[in-house]
């Protein structure tokens, strides 16, 4: 039988709740809301300007590459100034890229410069920035806390989606873009500002103490330097380096995926609601399991059972059940991935230069995935057949796995 939450947990949420409830709204109106969305524009925008969706594919990949440069320099100025000075910056600059969008008449250098400044300081309206005041706030439920600001992006693109639709069918794409700059600037940020309100995040130590030689406490506060000294910043890389190529490389190509295997448009697009709902009900299961078990293992377990769903995909001829039970085990892995970085992240190094050591492995992260969208594509164009990118995909996801295990021998694991 479950015990009950302690009361230093109950306390926790009873201070924090807001913090929370304010990152995840951070977090569901920055650049992840139009990552989610970006696919309602392509055919109007297209149409429009004569270009090809290869045109966009290469734009987009161009933007992703930035972002993973940017993501340390955002990270050591999160470290330095706190998360309000970040998102103050970087809120109205994508929010003025959305502006700039409306502008487009036909230059394609314009648009790819439009995304590439995007970014550039997309990175300061997503979860690096957004689960600092997070992890200062919540030591005992911490893994819950992550796992239910993290959903924050899959609640606000189910709600924002279909309203946006609904605008760009009626009033073109621009009116799609003036509505996300609504939505960004004048909903999510002033929201996300008030119910994280005085939030200590920028303190200088962390509240994360380790056993030390002597068996007493000491407070972590790792540098990016020491930490890439020891083999746990080493392991969480690799592991989220294994995971996203796969992870990124099934996302960008599911409905094609789906439809190969003999499946109608109609299905693939029951299976991308139900990579939501996978993505969703991860983050939140993965939150939850963070805190009352191992969480190497918990990391193994979210990241090396997605593997059965990209086997499941070189199934030849299969039903409906199955290719959405694979694309299920698929999407919970992305789930995971928000909770999973920032757990380790402040667990292992602490919260005073957490920043700068996230932002170095999510930029090995975000390399990775531009990575896997460029693999599954080329595999597909060689061998007409996603067969080959999915094997790859399978050993990816246990070597991650594997990694994420090897936590637990980490000198500084948890």
Known sequence: MQNPPSEAVLAEWRRGWRIVLGAGIGMGTG??????????????????????????ALAGAGSFLVAALALGFIGRFLDRFGFRAVVLVCVPALCIVYFGLTQVNGS??????????????????GAMVYTRPVIAAFDKSRGLALGVAASGTSIASMIVAPILAAVIAAYGWRAGAYGLIAVTAFVGLPLALWLIGSAKEARATAADDLAGDEGVPTTLSVTLAEAIRGPAFWLIMAALVAVNIPGSGVV?????????KGLSETQAGLAMSIYAIGLLSAR??????????????????????????????????????????????????????????????????????????????????????????????KVHDITKSYDAALMIGAVAFVVGASAFFTLRYARTSV
């Not at 960008?252 to 190969?260: C, E, F, N, S, V």
């Open 31 to 56: 650049v992840a809301l139009y990552l989610l969305l970006a696919s309602l524009f392509i055919t109007r925008v297209t149409s429009e300007f004569g270009w090809s969706r290869g045109d966009l």
């Open 108 to 125: 394609f250098p314009f648009y790819v410069t439009l995304l590439l400044v995007g970014g550039i300081f997309g990175g300061g309206t």
């Open 252 to 260: 960008g190509q599911l409905a094609p995926m789906i439809t190969d």
């Open 284 to 377: 939140l299961a993965t939150g939850f399991a963070l805190d009352r078990f191992p969480a190497p293992n918990v990391a193994a377990i979210a990241t090396g059972v997605p593997a059965i769903g990209a086997l499941l995909l070189l199934v030849p001829d299969p039903n409906f059940a199955i290719a959405a039970f694979a694309v299920l085990l698929i999407g919970m892995q992305q789930g995971a991935e928000i909770d999973l970085l920032a757990f380790f992240v402040s667990r292992n190094f602490g919260t005073k230069n957490y920043g700068s050591i996230y932002g170095a492995i999510a930029m090995a992260g975000a390399l990775a995935s531009a990575g896997g969208v460029v693999l599954f594509g």
